[in-house]
């Protein structure tokens, strides 16, 4: 059975990843499990310098989810460069870093140095960010900012470049789009959806920055609907994400036309899933006679 696939140059042996912020930067679960043995490890958000993140209560359970504003706290792209990489890259797993910055600057230095990093496979850019000089708009929410941002950080990498699309849009399909123009290599879809979640006693938010971001189940539809859209919109290949918990959401997802997919908050439930959802699919394709997963991409009968 073959499981494997490729993003621009980059081969990945098979279709499961962990979703960035989940995951620490994998190196907590090297002894849990063999991280190897997954597609690839994504980590946590990295930035210019490193970030503090939001004051707490920053996560709240919702019904089959969570709220979270941690804020994208992380120890900054020299030290994860440094300290982490060169462990991670010891374990044979597959390495894609996740990034944001506050300015179109800030992306640009940062993926430099993301690129200038041996043995780092591949870019993630997280555009559900604040772009401070726009009055803190997101900078995944304005379509022609989109594509610039993305043509500017793919000039400056030479590493295949994976954009993550934001949900907090009307129409996901101009942003696909935004990105494909750009040059983008993939698209990751979708990064949390904005919610909140108040306490009926004392009246306050559950979240100390009142709303954040929900994943989970919960967000399963919205994330499938979208990975559809885009896969219909463009040719660059889509890394589905959004409340997968079971191999059967992990083949749903590839039907409605993603060539792989991210599991995010059920690591906090089982730090192994995605371990055990990498040999699920395989035993689910020989069970159904698929001699390759690609056959079930985009398979959707409408
Ligand atoms: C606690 C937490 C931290 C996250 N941090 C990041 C991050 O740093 N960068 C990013 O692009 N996405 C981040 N995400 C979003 C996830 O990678 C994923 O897109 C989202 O949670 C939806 O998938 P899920 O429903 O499987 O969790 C975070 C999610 C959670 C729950």
Redesign the pocket.
Known sequence: MNSRFSIGSLKFKNRIMT????FGYGLKFKDKMDIAKIGAI?????SLKPKEGNPMPR?AETTA??L?S?G?Q?VGVDAFGKNMLPKLIKTGAMVIA?F?GDSEGEYVETAKKLDAMDGLHAL?M?V?CPNVKKGGIQFGTDPEVLEKLTARVKAVTQKPLIV?LSPNVADIKQFARAVENGGADAI?????LIGMAIDIKTKKPKLHRVTG????????PV?LRMVYECARTVKIPIIG?????SVEDVVEFLIAGASAV???????VEPAISQRLVSELETYCKENDIEDVSELVGAIEI
């Open positions: 979703a960035s912020g989940t994504i980590t946590k958000g990295l996560i989810g969570m979270n941690i994208l992380n996740n944001f993630e997280n559900s993550k990751s879809a979708i990064n949390t971001g929900l994943s989970g189940p919960a967000i399963k994330a994400i959004g409340g997968i918990a991210q599991i995010g908050t059920m690591n906090f």
